[in-house]
């Protein structure tokens, strides 16, 4: 029987370039595909998960997905939670290329932070819409949990939730907590969840950072992870369900990616690469990005309102003083430059700043949670005027008030990371149990 155009389509779409990748079974446990549901967690090994291609592009869960045609979605209602990162190796939407093709009823999408079409800055979302191009429902899932995110799931009629959305490595990306949170709101609601695995782009060899104390979870940190986890989407989810949700976990699948190493950056993978937030504008961006957000904490610039946002922060009256004291430091994999800029919004818009850029010369060598734990250290040390936010959002973002209260006291970095060791070193055991790719 031929396919019809709906089929042809919705094929090449998902297809792109791996038109010669093979077929993984939908349930099986040698390809792309582990399973995980209420009972337990059955998951690839990671040298069938890290198993290269031919060409050695990185081939997506959603490209596996599409290669065993949709088998895991068979005769499911489905939505999907994405954004515009959730594309294929021709860089066509996910939700355009499963709308057209008639093995897969897509019914709803659902935005999280920034939106389903990423026009949101931070701390925003689109709001419920209809998608213009296909003409979906698509909810706004940002600052939604719990029972609420179930009605939500219940109200769009779907059987199985979607998601497919790229992350950054870091604790505070909310995305994380998207999935999270979807995870929980769909074994609330009966639901079953499919994680389609991405790339970590700064690799996943180590996890590193303060762990999360509990009274300080928010959006930016449910659960007790490391500041830079150093694992997938996937093994995220796998995580959650394993250790967070096991009160009640979610009847969960998770569709592995292959060809990706853990020590692979996003260079590497042979993907496209898409913005995943307004801010986060290049594969360099999130290689800083687990180390200087922290300065969302503070009175300094973290270099929003600028074309490099994340690699320079800096604020009015800030001299040369500050990145000579922060090279003094010897900091493994990066130099840090004095700089000036003006950002255009967010803090200090339209004013001059001076402050440093980071530039990474080993990536393999450089820690971002250190290399920001010292800039905090000597920017404080060097600059008068420094500050934290009146709320304390420094608390949030590292995840309790040991950081702050360290740098206070005058402790460098050495001492302030061996603080928060033994927290790594438990969340780095337990991590290990959840790891798909060699």
Known sequence: MSLS???VLGLAGAMGTAG???TAGAMGTAGAVGTLGAAGAVAPTAPAASRASADGRVRTGFERMAADGYGVLAGQRVGVVTNPTGITADARHLVDVLHVDERVDLVAVFGPEHGFRGTAQAGGSEGASRDPATGLPVYDTYDTSGQRLADVFTAAGIDTVVFDIQDVGARFYTYIWTLYDCMRAAALAGKAVVVLDRPNPVGGRRASGPVLQRPYASFVGREPIALAHGMTAAELALLFNGEFLADRPVALRTVAMSGWRRDAFFGATGLPWVPPSPNMPTPDTALAYAGTCLFEGTNLSEGRGTTTPFEVVGAEG????WAEAANALGLPGVWF???YFTPTFSKHAGRLCGGVRLIVHDREAFDPVRAGIGLLVTARRTWSGFGWRADHWIDRLTGSDRVRAMVD??????????????GLTRFAETRGGYLLYG
């Open 5 to 7: 155009r709906r089929g």
């Open 409 to 422: 006291a005058g402790a460098g970095v050495e001492e302030i990371a061996g603080d928060w060791a033994a």
């Open 337 to 339: 430059r004095e700089a």
């Open 318 to 321: 800030v001299d040369r003083r």
């Open 20 to 22: 010669a990748m093979g």
